[in-house]
């Protein structure tokens, strides 16, 4: 079984930078991709992006897309998604899931699932 773990939430300002971290552990990621999803008071989980394991191909959400950034360190088995010119809408818990693809897991299909790192963003 996969455990997930996110790190690195906070309080910043409006266009500020933040990078948040996921550590995989329980299996050795040799194919499949990881994603990023938040949620926010009183709204629908949206996909924020995603990255495959070995090509590194990554995908994002258009609300995000030009500002945040996703890279893996496969090494460690983790991915990071890095936050910049943060705006107080991308205030939210952000949570990370594994997945069989980038496609699978824009559709919002995924394996495992991160309990979240909450992320607010002050105007």
């Known amino acids: 079984q996969v455990q997930l773990v996110e790190s690195g939430g906070g309080l910043v300002q409006a266009g500020d930078s933040l990078r948040v971290s996921c550590v995989a552990s329980?299996?050795?990621?040799?194919?499949?991709?990881m994603g990023w999803f938040r949620q926010a008071p009183g709204k629908e989980r949206e996909f924020v992006g995603a990255?495959?394991?070995?090509?590194?191909?990554?995908t994002y959400g258009d609300s995000v897309k030009g500002r945040f950034t996703i890279s893996r360190e496969n090494a460690k088995s983790t991915v990071y998604l890095q936050m910049n010119s943060l705006k107080p809408e991308d205030t939210a818990v952000y949570h990370c899931?594994?997945?069989?693809?980038?496609?699978?897991?824009?559709?919002?299909?995924?394996?495992?699932w991160g309990r979240g790192t909450q992320v607010t963003v002050s105007s």
């Open positions: 899931a594994s997945g069989a693809s980038t496609a699978t897991l824009r559709l919002g299909t995924f394996g495992s």
């Open positions: 329980g299996r050795t990621f040799r194919d499949g991709a």
């Open positions: 990255i495959n394991w070995v090509s590194g191909y990554s």
